[in-house]
């Protein structure tokens, strides 16, 4: 089955560590997303990525980074940089950069302590 | 499930009822409006989308109606079931923009 898979489902850190949380597709689409969801605030953009090696900052960068060494991967790293780092995250993926359908991961839960 | 709702606008309707959900958008220029669902605990589902040069457009079960004079933008969902029970985020997009901006969502409940 062709989707978008993020793991793990949930993910408990101390504060002060950073994490990775992972993000892979097989729907061979080019442009990759991460977005950050808050209760009462909807979706918010952290990163995107049109193309392999590269990537352009969302809404809320600060505190993040990601890397795109591989069409079917886009990590994304929450940094000890990030103030306010529990929250519910989603990775997407759309056919190009142009696509507005995206096609959603079953996020990962982030608590941090 | 995810508690991303918390302090959402909800809207209850009988189930076998049609359920009509809002939206007010703010960019004129945007070129595409398009509607997502999220279940409890998932990723949000793409439902539809309708382009800037049409009022409505119709899918299964689903119609959205958009009122560029006054940014509206609406989802109507005929004979509502228990499993239409989700999270509703409306977004836009503008054709020359790579990034689709999204609502803070409806909450909708069916009651039994």
């Known amino acids: 089955d062709g989707g978008i898979t993020q793991s793990p489902k949930y993910l408990f850190r101390k504060e002060g560590q950073n994490v990775t949380l992972s993000c892979e597709q097989n729907?061979?689409?080019?442009?990759m997303y991460w977005y950050r969801q808050d209760p009462g605030q909807g979706l918010r953009l952290i990163y995107y990525?049109?193309?392999?090696?590269?990537?352009q900052k969302g809404d809320i960068a600060e505190g993040y980074s990601v890397s795109r060494e591989k069409k079917e991967s886009f990590p994304l790293t929450v940094t000890s940089a990030q103030k306010n780092p529990t929250a519910f995250y989603l990775c997407?993926?759309?056919?190009?950069?142009?696509?507005?359908?995206?096609?959603f991961g079953p996020g990962t839960r982030l608590t941090v302590t | 499930g995810e508690s991303v709702g918390l302090h959402l606008p909800t809207l209850s309707v009988q189930e076998g009822d049609n359920s009509i959900i809002n939206c007010a958008y703010s960019n004129s220029a945007s070129d595409y409006f398009i509607w997502y669902k999220q279940e409890s605990g998932k990723g949000p589902q793409f439902i539809i989308d309708i382009r800037s040069n049409m009022d409505k457009r119709q899918g299964q079960r689903v119609t959205v109606l958009l009122n560029k004079t006054v940014k509206h933008l609406s989802l109507q969902i005929a004979a509502t079931q228990p499993g239409d029970s989700a999270v509703y985020f409306c977004?836009?997009?503008?054709?020359?923009?790579?990034?689709?901006?999204f609502g803070k969502g409806t909450r909708l409940h069916i009651l039994p």
């Open positions: 990525s049109q193309i392999v090696n590269d990537f």
């Open positions: 997407a993926s759309s056919i190009s950069r142009t696509s507005y359908e995206q096609y």
């Open positions: 977004a836009e997009n503008m054709s020359r923009d790579d990034k689709i901006i």
């Open positions: 729907l061979n689409h080019d442009a």
